[in-house]
């Protein structure tokens, strides 16, 4: 399957949106310190985010890495091929993005990057730019960048749960 867009790789410059394309940028607080980095680092990586938040993931390696293709599968029907364009594994920076494939019903590419401040604070910043692909997205208009809005800060707000001491929840 062939992207469905020019600008592969663009998420890592924070900011960058293509011409006529939707920017989305989602920056949710995690936690603090070493060890909550390190869980959100890991649950980025492995798909346990989007596990659980209840989305469906169908990915060709355990872990995110450049060229595994992933599809997400939402509300069991609606299915996302995407490929991870890009990652990175910092001292105090963790992440990927993917990009979409033919069939998606989006076109673009979204980042999901953990990241620890000099102050120790664990960030969580969802960076995508995108546009319809199917006529339910153009169909939905402002509605379905609604809910990419949502869906990226149910990213964090998951996140942080699944980073959280043991001793918070």
């Known amino acids: 399957m062939s992207f469905t867009y020019d600008d592969v790789g663009a998420t890592r410059e924070t900011g960058f949106c293509p011409t006529g394309f939707h920017p989305l940028h989602v920056r949710t607080r995690i936690g603090e310190g070493e060890d909550v980095f390190r869980r959100a680092a890991d649950a980025v990586m492995t798909w346990e985010m989007h596990r659980a938040m209840g989305v469906g993931v169908d990915a060709s390696a355990d872990r995110a890495a450049t060229g595994v293709d992933v599809t997400v599968t939402l509300a069991g029907v609606i299915k996302a ?19 979409t494939l033919t069939g998606h019903p989006e076109c673009g590419e979204e980042a999901f990057v953990v990241e620890r401040t000099g102050d120790g604070t664990v960030w969580l910043t969802v960076n995508a730019f995108s546009r319809p692909a199917k006529w339910y997205s153009r169909a939905g208009g402002p509605a379905t960048r609604g809910l990419q809005h949502a869906y990226a800060r149910r990213c964090g707000a998951v996140l942080r749960r699944l980073s959280a001491p043991a001793s918070e929840y």
Do not use: F
């Not at 594994?89 to 990927?96: C, D, K, N, Q, S």
């Open 81 to 99: 091929p995407c490929r991870v364009v890009w990652t990175v594994e910092e001292y105090r920076r963790t992440g990927w993005a993917y990009g």
